[in-house]
């Protein structure tokens, strides 16, 4: 039957961590086999002080002749208690979390540096620490090089991506629930003037513009920030030297296990000189607009005018043709009277218009259409007009010539096409259309047709006879 101590033993020598034992004047009684990592032989270290194995660096920090003067006098709880390696004191502590660093036999086949936590207990004669007489000190090394390179690696990368936030073009900052500001980055004096411990501890909403205060709970808002992902805010402000900044911070959330805000994360940039940009471009909008207002209303007044003028120049002639008793000169005032008018009504639906570089062609026409039937009229039944009209818009230099030449054609057949041959029923037919790149006018009537002999540009068969 294997005896308990021999199991235990093989145990012990199994673990990777170093166990050791060491009398009351701190020399080793027994080191695992662990200790072969280092270099050494577990026998050789048997009767040699502890300290033999501790590296030069670590022994000021664990010797009692070194550490416990710091605390002569001095009330300690258990947790601030000095850490030494070899536990001779009284009480009920365990030694925990005791770095040192051990010294290799020889660098050159083991490990240059070897860093390890101790956890170690005084052994008292009976177990009692009041009154047995202490026996020594049992204890672990634990290995820690690995973590201790993890942590050197961490801290690297703390370091680095610290640089990376402070020499930021823009700034990063952490606020609380309540708008405190628990950090900011030293990028923030490149563009507000202001060193990080000036603002940490202060109220963000302290430098907000009075008339940018709504953006305060938008950017502390849980819900608003974690259904939108990463909104971006325009704020103002105060700058150190007391003037108002423009910026554009994204926020990020920052929740706790139980998915409850606990803070608010912010990048923050500089966008002072483009809303400078957009504040004037704005101004130079406005401007544009008040001129161009300026513009149309003279334009208006200018087409009312011409207009108004116009109805003079008609007005005189129509006074001009009643003081006339020959018929003929009465009919040529009739007809530039109504040349006029054709051009008056052009200059009429302009300036009643918005738009006043075009005009509703296809609205013109109706009303000159309507105004001719009326100067026409006469006591004999009025042909029937027809008209097909696309909705065309012109320009005012296309629209006085077209005007002129519609009512000339219009006046011709009112004045001249009928009777219509056979006591065929009296019509007229106007026609618009409106294509890709064309516009197509087209305006006949079905009455006697030009005497025989005159030129005529085409003739089509019936209804229409003639073409105007």
């Not at 009154?131 to 973590?147: A, W």
Request: hydrophobic share 35%; aromatic share 8%; with cysteine.
């Amino acid at each position: 039957m294997i005896h308990d101590d021999a199991i235990y033993n093989s145990l012990i020598q199994s673990l990777p961590d170093i166990v050791y034992k060491i009398d009351p004047e701190g020399r080793f009684t027994f080191v695992s086999n662990s200790i072969c990592k280092l270099g050494y032989d577990p026998a050789e270290l048997i009767g040699k002080h502890y300290s033999a194995i501790i590296h030069p660096d670590s022994r000021d920090a664990i010797q009692r002749e070194k550490v416990l003067p710091q605390y002569q006098g001095k009330m300690l709880p258990d947790s601030k208690a000095p850490k030494l390696f070899d536990e001779r004191r009284t009480g009920t502590r365990i030694t925990r979390s005791l770095r040192i660093r051990l010294l290799p036999r020889d660098p050159d086949t083991a490990p240059a540096q070897f860093d390890g936590e101790v956890i170690s207990l005084g052994l008292y004669e009976g177990g009692n620490e009041e009154t047995g007489q202490l026996l020594g000190t049992i204890g672990i090394i634990r290995d820690l090089s690995d973590v201790i390179t993890i942590e050197k690696a961490l801290r690297l990368t703390e370091r680095f991506y610290r640089s990376l936030i402070d020499y930021s073009s823009d700034a990063f900052s952490i606020v609380s629930t309540d708008g405190t500001i628990l950090y900011v980055s030293e990028s923030v004096r490149s563009f507000l003037g202001y060193t990080p411990i000036d603002l940490i501890g202060e109220s963000l909403l302290t430098y907000i513009h009075p008339d940018d205060e709504e953006v305060f709970p938008r950017i502390l808002s849980h819900e608003k920030t974690k259904t939108e992902g990463s909104p971006f805010f325009e704020y103002r402000f105060l700058h150190a030297d007391w003037s108002w900044r423009f910026l554009e911070s994204s926020a990020r959330t920052i929740l706790d296990e139980r998915n409850e805000l606990v803070s608010t994360v912010l990048y923050t940039r500089d966008v002072t000189r483009r809303k400078e940009v957009e504040l004037e471009l704005q101004r130079e909008r406005e401007r544009l607009m008040r001129s161009l207002e300026e513009k149309n209303v003279l334009l208006r007044e200018i087409h009312h005018r011409v207009k108004n003028n116009m109805q003079i120049i008609t007005s005189l002639l129509q006074l001009q043709a009643r003081a006339t008793d020959d018929r003929r000169l009465a009919e040529q005032f009739t007809v530039c009277i109504q040349r006029i008018k054709s051009m008056s009504l052009i200059h009429e639906r302009l300036y009643q218009s918005d738009n006043l570089s075009s005009i509703h062609f296809t609205t013109y026409l109706r009303s000159l259409i309507a105004d001719l039937q009326r100067a026409y009229a006469s006591d004999r039944p009025a042909p029937t007009l027809t008209s097909d009209l696309d909705e065309v818009v012109l320009d005012i230099e296309q629209a006085i010539p077209c005007g002129l030449i519609v009512h000339e054609i219009l006046a011709n057949a009112f004045a001249h096409a009928h009777p219509a041959p056979n006591g065929a029923a009296e019509a007229i037919d106007v026609l618009l259309r409106a294509g890709d790149d064309t516009i197509s006018l087209e305006i006949g009537d079905n009455g006697v047709g030009m005497p025989a002999g005159d030129a005529v540009p085409h003739r089509l068969s019936p209804p229409f006879a003639g073409w105007g």
